[in-house]
């Protein structure tokens, strides 16, 4: 059976932000789609707001039986399911004996995915009988805006059944990328964990400011980014130039091991930013809310021309 027919269905499992906008892409793609929670009432909640984020994505929603929702313990329709991903709280005992108990329910040629940003899927899967069809399938919030879908391979995930996911993701308008090795952080995390070391390591050197950082990062390369990633604009650019560059630059980089200066004082002081009302910058309820939603906005204005890609 193809994992790709959009005629099957998807069962996102879980109820939270996560799991509305993950549903939320499903649904503007048109996928039949389950959601599944640990109350019906929480799983009805889910599914209308995911409803509702697929119509601002300019989505012709249905009203019909095509979106459903279940139980997590009790739910056991597998014929057409294509994929289940869940959600579920960053709890590994939690994610772990939920994994063991979809290895023995769901059927061994439905491929199963768990959007934990920190958990990697060989130990959620190890020594399960089915691992074989486990992988990490990473988002990033807002997960109905931004594209990535990270697909990662667990030490023993079939390589072809993650191409397959790979494929039905690109088949629903994400951009998926195959992580061929269950590494801390896969693929966009680690690059955008070695930018945050450097960019934190100018500003405890009061060589920048945190705001002349994001201005710089912005209005840069960040600026390029969005139209081609690093690999390809030096492929325009010139490998020659960077490699020279690279030979002053490389070694005056942060290699430390330790969170910087600036934002370990910052947490001690209880200043972790917009929910705490500081950060680097004072946050009142009102600034915090129009930073986000511009946030989303300049998202979404992306999200649109990246459609038409």
Known sequence: MSITNPSQTIVVLGTGTMAVGIAAGFIEAGMPLVVLGRSIEKAQTALTDARKLAVSLGAQVPNDASHQVGLIREWNNWTSVAWLIETVTENFELKRALFQELDRRVPAHIPIGTNSSGFPISRLADGLKTRSRMFNAHYFMPAHLVPLVEVALGADSDPQLGEAVCALYRNVGKKPVLVRQDIPGLLANRIQHALMRE???????????????????RFSFGFRYAAAGPVLQKEISGWDSMARASEEIYPS?????????????????????????????QWTKEQATQARQNYDQRLKAAFDVLKMQ
């Open 199 to 217: 960019a934190l390591d100018l500003i405890d050197r009061g060589i920048a400011s945190a705001e002349d950082v994001d201005t710089a990062v």
């Open 253 to 281: 980089l942060s290699n430390s091991h330790v969170l910087a200066r600036c934002v370990a004082d910052k947490i001690a002081e209880g200043k972790t930013g917009m929910k705490a009302g500081a950060g680097f910058t």
